[in-house]
């Protein structure tokens, strides 16, 4: 029986404050995910995400629309503070204490992808509520009634408004490890049918676990079948409409299609395929679990083999087989010379 590789954004949870709201994609209400989650963090202006930590996953995010400002307290007493602007990628190590603000006018809308299917958070709010005035103050050197007058809470902030003026030094514009320009960067990739570019870590060094392609297909685009060998894949559908087809080892076929807000995951080495539906452009932001994703496609990988063996596995014509392209790379964008079927 097929299951689900596909996830509407009305099947996830969504938490909600007055500085926005985050909506979520795990193992619980996603169960075909391995290794991997989804968060869409939408912040109002004057928002911010609280302090925090991940204990268990890295944070590769993107920022779909505004422009954020991210801190960074990491092991070694190192600080990074940063701004990432629409278009550009930027990523948190487990473990490290970060704060996501948005430093624009207008609503920032980020899309987070975890190298865990069921990330743990530890939020500063709940984190310091937990010890005792006398701990506290311990710490910093005072007087534990100094404590008594922070408001203790039993749940995280999550996302709150900022009070007071944002503020920051011109120095959060100059490039950060942790940040990346995808959408700045010249596409791998370029054909009539779409584009293709690639943050992994031979261009970003920074990532550990994670990479990210950002896949533009035109009306006349097809993303070849292929599959990943030694990743899965998580992909989120920013813009058009699209359709896919996956291979589960039991001989089933999942094939749906996929509009604007639309998440999918594929396990490693399941065969799939993505096709735009419109005329107009189809733009996903994919999501693997290794630094360098790698590809076998079909344009180049059927002919590796003679005639004679695919012949004989398909019980068909050698000539069939004789008659089709040989290329000795896999073209990974190819145009629909054929109309939807």
């Known amino acids: 029986m097929s299951i689900s590789h596909l996830f509407h954004s009305s099947d996830a949870f969504i938490q909600q404050t007055e500085g926005g709201k985050r909506i979520v994609a795990n193992k619980s209400n996603f169960p075909i995910l391995q290794g991997m989650s989804f968060y869409r963090l939408i912040l109002n202006p004057h928002a911010v995400r609280e302090p925090h930590w991940h204990a268990n996953a890295d944070e590769l995010g993107y920022c779909l629309q505004g422009q954020i400002l991210i801190s960074i307290y990491d092991t070694n007493n190192v600080k990074k503070t940063f701004m990432v602007n629409q278009g550009e990628a930027f990523l948190i190590p487990s473990g490290a204490l970060h704060s996501i603000e948005n430093a624009s006018n207008e609503i920032s809308d980020l899309i987070l992808q975890f190298s865990h299917e069921q990330p743990e958070d530890f939020a500063i709010s709940s984190t310091l509520s937990l010890f005792t005035d006398a701990v506290l103050g311990n710490t910093w050197n005072k007087n534990s009634a100094y404590f008594k007058q922070l408001t203790r809470v039993t749940q995280e902030t999550l996302i709150t408004l900022r009070k007071g003026t944002l503020t920051y030094s011109q120095d959060v514009f100059y490039d950060s490890p942790n940040r990346f320009k995808l959408d700045a960067t010249p596409p791998l990739i370029k054909t009539e049918g779409g584009s293709a570019k690639l943050a992994r870590k031979s261009v970003w060094p920074a990532l550990r676990n994670q990479a990210i392609y950002s896949l533009k297909l035109t009306g006349q685009g097809m993303r070849e079948p292929h599959w990943h060998p030694e990743t ?110």
């Open 232 to 341: 899965a894949e998580l992909g989120f559908v920013h813009k058009g409409k699209g359709r896919m087809s996956i291979l589960s080892p039991d001989g089933s076929i999942d094939t749906y299609e996929m509009n604007e807000g639309d998440i999918y995951f594929i396990p490693k080495a399941y065969p799939h395929h993505i096709e735009n539906l419109t005329t107009n452009p189809l733009h996903l932001l994919i999501f693997f679990d290794q630094v360098m994703p790698g590809d076998i496609g079909f344009t180049a990988s059927l002919k590796a083999f003679s005639n004679e063996i695919l012949a004989s596995s398909l019980n068909s014509s050698e000539a069939f087989f004789e008659n089709l392209p040989l290329y000795y790379e896999d073209l990974f964008i190819v145009d629909k010379l054929n109309p939807l079927d």
